[in-house]
């Protein structure tokens, strides 16, 4: 499970949680400590960039957020953010410098590096989105089994059993996620990859690779 470690999926200059990312092998083991450290970080932010907005919510004064949008505790807005109208953070989330987060999209517990997009319709939980990724339109990630049982993380034969009922994908710099795609409970896409508009995507996605459906998954060229 090399490729699932944080150091191979993420670059840590790209988010103002880098310490938070070292202290863990693989990234699923930072969402159960992630609203801890939300509260924890955010209380150290200079308040002459960052604007506090109700109890645990800080907001960066470069960012861009609609009135409509909800911000739920803890969370953190990085500089020049952009967060849409009616968006809907419900909390436990870092958005990234220069992130942009859509119109009606949903977010929980969750951290976008920097620049990374979810700007239509979007559904993000237990999740953590590395630099310049991007979910087309409509595109979710599935983050509870539907018979409840906990997570595995499977690249092949091997298995990682994560302890976590919720567990959304983790998704390394630069991945693409083509519109109305579901990216099921424990999956994890490689840095580089895209997957295909309409895939029910689920295990290890390799980095540098193109996912089209399932068991056709090829190497970008």
Known sequence: MEQCKIQNLYDLKETIAADYMTTAEYPWELLAGLSNYIIKLGETLDPERYEKRGEHVWVAKSAKVAPTAFLG?????DEE??????????GSAIVGKGAVVGNSTELKNVILFNKV???HYNYVGDSILGYKAHMGAGSI?????????LVVVRDG???????RKKFGAMLGNNVEVGCNSVLNPGTVIGPGSSVYPLSSVRGVIPAGSIYKRQGDIIKRV
């Open 157 to 163: 034969q091997e298995e990682i059993a994560t302890g």
């Open 117 to 119: 997009q979810v700007p």
């Open 81 to 90: 953010a952009e967060v849409r109208h009616c968006a809907f953070i419900r």
């Open 141 to 149: 990630t599935s983050n509870v089994k539907s018979d409840k049982t």
């Open 73 to 77: 505790s803890p969370l953190i807005i």
